[in-house]
């Protein structure tokens, strides 16, 4: 009777018990909603509600395409909706209802110029800023640095960030064809500390004394969490944590 009492209480505690133990969000994105705004709360919030948020880095529209399939309880971007959702269909993502999907701002990202350390070029306009990433500028001389040429460092793997500055900065002209392929924005990183004609751009967590960060117009964007549908009670918890305490992890 007493083995049969402690087999019940086990039973008991993996059902009731088990739900809250186990309870898990499973988020995607890429460089600067995954590092710049989920990584910095994982911590906090998961020791708060119990919740676990498992990270899947890998882009706004891959994010997308994985939650649009069921993989994926929220995707992040760092564009608004309707431009995730154009970026999307350019990568042959194909979104059958827009609609079905809501999206919540929680926060906004600035994108940073960024350049070598010792580039004597400290801002650039707008005009200079479109003019060099679209290839119409191709010396440092033109803005005031050396006689060298320009070297664009390209993330490949963060369609929104790109999309975003593309259409902020640069009035959605194409980027210059060529460019040094980079990946994460931690490669950016590197290869601009590496190559002193480099020239980038990124969110706040892509800088560092490694490089040098060049004055410009602001240059900002919306970070938005994707849901199938209005968000769960989990995902809302997240969303309401990330606008409340959260703040207190989030660099900006």
């Given amino acids: 009777m007493k083995r049969a009492m402690i087999g019940l209480a086990l039973a008991a505690s993996m059902v009731f018990g088990g739900t809250a133990m186990g309870e ?4 995607g994105g890429g460089g600067a909603p995954v590092d710049g705004y989920l990584k910095p709360v994982k ?20 994010a997308f395409k994985q939650l649009i399939a069921g993989e994926l309880d929220l995707s992040t971007a760092g564009l608004a909706y309707p431009d995730l959702v154009k970026t999307a269909k350019k990568e042959k993502i194909e979104v059958a209802d827009p609609s079905a999907y809501v999206a919540t701002e929680i926060g906004a990202s600035k994108i940073y110029t960024v350049a ?4 004597p070029v400290a801002t650039l306009t707008m005009d ?16 005031g640095g050396n006689d060298a040429p320009i ?6 793997i963060n369609p929104a960030t790109n999309a975003a500055f593309k259409k902020l900065a640069m009035g959605d002209a194409p980027f210059a064809t060529d460019v040094l392929d980079a990946g994460r924005f931690e490669d950016v990183r590197e290869k601009v500390a590496a190559n002193p ?26 970070v938005i969490v994707v849901t199938k549908g209005a968000p769960s009670a989990k995902v809302q918890k997240l969303i309401s944590f990330i606008k409340g305490e959260g703040q207190n992890y989030i660099k900006q």
């Fill in 24 to 27: 898990e969000i499973k988020a």
């Fill in 128 to 143: 200079q800023l479109k003019g060099i990433f679209t290839g119409k500028i191709a010396n440092w001389k033109e803005v």
């Fill in 197 to 222: 004609e480099a020239i980038a751009f990124g969110p706040v967590t892509m800088l560092d004394a490694t490089l040098k960060t060049v004055k410009t117009p602001d240059v900002a964007r919306p």
């Fill in 43 to 62: 911590e906090a919030f998961e020791k708060s509600t119990g919740i676990t948020l498992n990270l899947n880095f890998s882009s706004a529209t891959l």
């Fill in 116 to 119: 070598h350390k010792d580039n």
């Fill in 151 to 156: 070297l664009i460092v390209l993330s490949s």
